[in-house]
Protein backbone atom coordinates (compact mmCIF):
# COMPACT_ATOMS: atom_id res chain seq x y z
CA UNK A 1 0.00 0.00 0.00
CA UNK A 2 1.17 3.16 -1.16
CA UNK A 3 -0.06 6.42 0.05
CA UNK A 4 0.49 9.93 -0.48
CA UNK A 5 -0.44 13.08 1.68
CA UNK A 6 -0.52 16.76 1.24
CA UNK A 7 -0.45 19.72 3.73
CA UNK A 8 0.28 23.29 3.96
CA UNK A 9 -3.05 24.77 2.35
CA UNK A 10 -4.56 27.91 3.47
CA UNK A 11 -5.54 30.95 2.90
CA UNK A 12 -3.39 34.17 2.12
CA UNK A 13 -3.44 38.00 0.11
CA UNK A 14 -2.00 38.23 -3.17
CA UNK A 15 1.55 39.02 -3.58
CA UNK A 16 1.95 36.14 -0.66
CA UNK A 17 3.48 32.88 -0.55
CA UNK A 18 2.88 29.51 0.92
CA UNK A 19 4.72 26.03 1.20
CA UNK A 20 2.61 22.76 -0.16
CA UNK A 21 4.51 19.71 1.24
CA UNK A 22 3.61 16.17 -0.09
CA UNK A 23 4.60 12.73 1.43
CA UNK A 24 4.51 9.32 0.16
CA UNK A 25 5.17 6.64 1.70
CA UNK A 26 4.08 3.09 2.32
CA UNK A 27 5.84 -0.26 0.26
CA UNK A 28 7.86 2.13 -2.25
CA UNK A 29 10.95 0.80 -3.80
CA UNK A 30 11.53 3.98 -5.85
CA UNK A 31 9.78 7.49 -7.10
CA UNK A 32 9.58 7.70 -10.73
CA UNK A 33 8.23 11.08 -10.81
CA UNK A 34 6.09 13.61 -8.19
CA UNK A 35 4.21 16.14 -9.51
CA UNK A 36 1.78 18.88 -8.31
CA UNK A 37 -1.89 19.02 -10.03
CA UNK A 38 -4.15 22.00 -9.32
CA UNK A 39 -8.13 22.39 -9.87
CA UNK A 40 -9.64 25.54 -9.12
CA UNK A 41 -13.87 25.46 -8.84
CA UNK A 42 -15.61 25.12 -12.08
CA UNK A 43 -12.65 23.70 -13.81
CA UNK A 44 -10.49 21.11 -14.91
CA UNK A 45 -7.36 19.42 -13.36
CA UNK A 46 -3.81 21.20 -14.64
CA UNK A 47 -0.94 19.86 -14.03
CA UNK A 48 1.35 22.73 -12.45
CA UNK A 49 4.65 21.47 -11.49
CA UNK A 50 6.82 17.53 -11.88
CA UNK A 51 9.78 16.44 -10.23
CA UNK A 52 11.20 13.25 -12.06
CA UNK A 53 13.99 10.71 -11.06
CA UNK A 54 16.94 12.15 -12.97
CA UNK A 55 16.05 16.10 -11.33
CA UNK A 56 14.21 16.85 -13.80
CA UNK A 57 11.89 19.52 -13.17
CA UNK A 58 9.06 21.14 -15.49
CA UNK A 59 6.42 23.86 -15.29
CA UNK A 60 3.24 25.38 -16.65
CA UNK A 61 3.85 28.12 -18.00
CA UNK A 62 1.61 29.69 -15.92
CA UNK A 63 3.40 29.73 -12.47
CA UNK A 64 6.83 29.90 -14.38
CA UNK A 65 9.31 32.25 -12.35
CA UNK A 66 6.77 31.86 -9.00
CA UNK A 67 6.68 28.40 -8.15
CA UNK A 68 9.41 25.84 -7.70
CA UNK A 69 8.99 22.09 -7.00
CA UNK A 70 12.08 20.51 -5.11
CA UNK A 71 12.36 16.64 -3.70
CA UNK A 72 13.97 15.47 -0.12
CA UNK A 73 16.23 12.72 -0.31
CA UNK A 74 14.09 8.98 1.20
CA UNK A 75 13.79 9.30 5.47
CA UNK A 76 12.42 6.34 6.75
CA UNK A 77 10.81 5.12 3.12
CA UNK A 78 9.24 8.45 3.76
CA UNK A 79 9.48 10.77 0.27
CA UNK A 80 8.89 14.16 0.56
CA UNK A 81 8.47 17.25 -2.37
CA UNK A 82 7.40 20.25 -1.82
CA UNK A 83 6.10 23.17 -4.10
CA UNK A 84 7.48 26.76 -3.09
CA UNK A 85 4.56 29.23 -4.28
CA UNK A 86 5.11 32.56 -4.47
CA UNK A 87 3.89 36.12 -5.95
CA UNK A 88 0.32 34.39 -5.71
CA UNK A 89 -2.71 35.46 -7.84
CA UNK A 90 -6.24 35.33 -7.13
CA UNK A 91 -6.07 32.75 -10.03
CA UNK A 92 -4.04 30.40 -8.20
CA UNK A 93 -6.78 29.37 -6.21
CA UNK A 94 -7.36 25.89 -6.08
CA UNK A 95 -7.34 22.20 -4.34
CA UNK A 96 -3.71 21.35 -5.34
CA UNK A 97 -3.11 18.02 -5.31
CA UNK A 98 0.41 15.40 -5.13
CA UNK A 99 0.70 12.94 -7.77
CA UNK A 100 3.30 10.28 -7.29
CA UNK A 101 4.39 7.25 -9.23
CA UNK A 102 6.77 4.39 -8.84
CA UNK A 103 7.85 0.89 -7.83
CA UNK A 104 6.43 -1.05 -5.13
CA UNK A 105 8.59 -3.43 -2.66
CA UNK A 106 6.09 -5.88 -3.47
CA UNK A 107 3.63 -7.04 -6.24
CA UNK A 108 2.05 -5.04 -8.33
CA UNK A 109 4.78 -3.62 -9.23
CA UNK A 110 4.00 -0.24 -10.49
CA UNK A 111 1.67 2.98 -8.85
CA UNK A 112 0.21 5.79 -9.52
CA UNK A 113 -1.05 7.38 -6.24
CA UNK A 114 -3.18 10.69 -5.50
CA UNK A 115 -3.46 12.76 -1.96
CA UNK A 116 -6.63 14.16 -0.88
CA UNK A 117 -5.70 17.39 -2.12
CA UNK A 118 -5.05 20.65 -0.08
CA UNK A 119 -6.67 24.00 -0.25
CA UNK A 120 -5.30 27.18 -1.77
CA UNK A 121 -6.67 30.11 -1.11
CA UNK A 122 -5.26 33.79 -2.50
CA UNK A 123 -7.16 37.07 -2.13
CA UNK A 124 -7.08 40.02 -3.65
Known amino acids: QVQVAESGGGLVQAGGSLRLSCVAY????????MAWYRQGQGKQRELVAT??????????DSVKGRFTITREDARNNMYTAYLQMNSLKPEDTAVYYCNVDGLRTILPRNFDVWGQGTLVTVSS
Open 26 to 33: GTILSINR
Open 51 to 60: FSSGGTTNYA
